[in-house]
Structure formats: C-alpha cells, structure tokens
C-alpha cells in the first residue's frame, strides 16, 4: 500500500514539474517527452503525463508552431526551410508547419530579406559586386532563406 502511495505521489510531482515547464514556455510534444526522459522517468508514466497535459492545454501543437515560427522569424530572422527544418526535428505534423508557415506575409518576409542584404553588404568590405553578392547569398541561405528568392531580391537591388 505504501508503495502505491509513494509511485502516485512520485508521478503527481513530476506531472507539477513538468506543467511549470509548460508554463513558462510553449512546449512542443517531443521536448516535453525529452524533458521527461532526461529526468529518468520511463515511457510509460512518460505517455501519461502528455496525456494529461495535452487535456490540460499544456500543451498544444498548433499553438507551439505559432509561437515558434514568430519567434524565430520575427526576432531570429530565421528563412522558412530553416524554421522548417527545426520543426521537423520536433516531430510536429507537416500539415500543421505549412498552416505556420503560410502565416508569415510575404510582403514581411520581403522585407526582412531585403533588410538583411542591406545590412551584410554594409559589413562585407569585398570590392567586387559579384562576389559581395555571393557572399551575401551565402549568408542568407545559411539563415534558411530560399535561393530564388534570395538571387531574385539581390539582382532587382
């Protein structure tokens, strides 16, 4: 009987851990199981708990994937293959990451890309047109920004 009490106690504990977790942040599904994971806790009262917390609106998927891609696209200045690329790696459902990433307007994404060709080529002292071009390209790429559009803005400036 004791034994009950103390395993029920046990996962009451880490069920309120894990909502504080949630609750300081928005949390996706996988870096909750993770969180979980990490603190030793087997996959079975794993399963529970997102259970419990999905019921609970702790966590919401859809909710995680706005607030992601604000948050890297807005402050990170993230392109959209890397903010999907990230959300990926999190498990989240494919239909889920297209509806966010559609929300991001295009004339905002146009100029966040055109801000940042206008800052790089600030910094990049190369004298050569060509090359500070690729080098910005380069640049733009790596933050996850589609090529075509990233030549496409570079050339119309």
């Known amino acids: 009987m004791n034994d009950v009490n103390e395993k029920l106690s046990g996962l009451k504990t880490i069920l309120h851990k894990t909502q504080e977790y949630c609750a300081y942040q928005e949390r996706c599904k996988q870096d909750v199981l993770n969180k979980l ?11 529970k708990i997102i259970e419990v917390l999905i019921n609970d609106n ?3 998927e859809s909710r995680f994937v706005s607030s992601f891609i604000r948050g890297k696209f807005y402050h990170n200045k993230w392109g959209k293959i890397k903010i999907t690329y990230e959300l990926r790696l999190r498990k989240i459902d494919e239909t889920l990451i297209q509806k966010g990433i559609n929300e991001i307007p295009d004339t905002e994404y146009f100029a966040v890309i055109k801000t940042l060709i206008h800052k790089k080529s600030k910094e990049i002292k190369e004298k ?3 090359l500070k071009n690729q080098k910005i390209a380069r ?6 920004f589609e090529p075509n559009i990233v030549f496409s803005l570079l050339h119309n400036k």
């Open 37 to 47: 994971y990490s603190w030793g806790v087997d996959n079975t009262r794993a399963n």
């Open 128 to 130: 050569d047109k060509f």
């Open 58 to 60: 702790f966590i919401n």
């Open 139 to 144: 640049y733009l790429i790596a933050r996850g």
